[in-house]
C-alpha cells in the first residue's frame, strides 16, 4: 500500500488577519442587542444575543385595564420580536464568521 503525504503550510499574515477578523465578529457579536416594542408601545423589550431579557419597559398605561394572562401574552410576544431580531444578527454574524474560515481554508 503506497503512503500519501501531503504537506500542509500556512502563511502567518493570513492566519493572523483571519483571527483578527473573528476575533471582531466576536466582539460585535457579544454586543448584539435588539429592542422589541409592542404595536401600541406600551412594552419595550431589550434582548441580546444569547437572548437574555436586559430590560423590561412597561408603559403605566398597561395597568388602567388589568388583565394579567393579556398582559403576559403581549409581554411574551414582545420578548419573542426581540429574541428572533437577536438571533437573526446573530446568526448573520456567524455566518460572516464561518465565510471567512472557509475562504481562508480554501486558499
Known sequence: METQRVLL????????????EIRAIQRELAEVVEVAESDDGLIVATVNARGDLMDLELDPRLFRHPDSKALSEAI??????GRAAADARAFELTMRQLELTRKEIQK
Open 9 to 20: 503550510t500556512y502563511e502567518p499574515v493570513q492566519f493572523d488577519r483571519l483571527a483578527a
Open 76 to 81: 411574551t410576544g414582545v420578548y419573542r420580536s
